[in-house]
């Protein structure tokens, strides 16, 4: 069973950073596209960036509100998947979802529980 | 980045049929079968319902279908059940590798 565990989530000042993880089970990590999805409260989903597999040449791409804030990586041999965030705003107050993509092109096949990230002075 | 235009709340009767519609650009929605749905219960993560536009993962009913017309797709919800209730997004591929989410639908079991 594909399963998706995000943490790290928190409060964090404006200006601050955060690391968010996200431990992947019972797939393949190395040869999935991995992304990160977000959701501010009452609002609706917003896409966040995405990683390549290795084999696919392992890059990124970002949603430009978060693009040069905000990095994702991956250790395929953790099976986790990480979102850098930096310079964060308020704007960036979320649910912060993890997604695996089997080859399927939509943002996620399968989704973690979430993990909600506050900026707040 | 805008979203996609989707209504924000579509409503049926049990048995009846209902369909939302999911407006974009030929940068997305109409230049690309990358089309995805989603459902969301409260609380919960998001669901994959269709993908390339009317494919459904595996072990989601075939009551979910979904199409495309130009820039608009859009999902139709045959048979309503009161487990449907839950708000929907659309999704699609656009230039430059990303992706944008629609402003979601609700919709209503009456």
């Known amino acids: 069973e594909v399963q998706l565990v995000e943490s790290g989530g928190g409060l964090v000042k404006p200006g601050g950073s955060l690391r968010l993880s996200c431990a992947a089970s019972g797939f393949t990590f190395s040869n999935a596209w991995m992304s990160w999805v977000r959701q501010a409260p009452g609002k609706g989903l917003e896409w966040v960036g995405r990683i390549r597999s290795k084999a696919d040449g392992g890059t990124t791409d970002y949603a430009a509100p978060v693009k040069g804030r905000f990095t994702i990586s991956r250790d395929d041999s953790k099976t986790t998947l990480f979102l850098q965030m930096d310079s964060l705003e308020t704007e960036d107050t979320a649910v912060y979802f993890c997604?695996?993509?089997?080859?399927?092109?939509?943002?996620?096949?399968?989704w973690g529980q979430g993990t909600l990230v506050t900026v707040s002075s | 980045q805008s979203a996609l235009t989707q209504p924000a709340s579509v409503s049926g009767s049990p048995g009846q049929s209902i369909t939302i519609s999911c407006t974009g650009t030929s940068s997305d929605v109409g230049g690309y079968n990358y089309v995805s749905w989603y459902q969301q219960h409260p609380g919960k993560a998001p669901k994959l319902m269709i993908y390339d536009v009317s494919n459904r993962p595996s072990g989601v009913s075939n009551r979910f279908s979904g199409s495309k017309s130009g820039n608009t797709a859009s999902l139709t919800i045959s048979g309503l059940q009161a487990e449907d209730e839950a708000d929907y997004y659309c999704s699609s591929y656009r230039s430059s590798s990303t992706y944008v989410f629609g402003t979601g639908t609700k919709v209503t079991v009456l």
């Open positions: 997604t695996a993509g089997f080859g399927i092109p939509a943002p996620g096949t399968n």
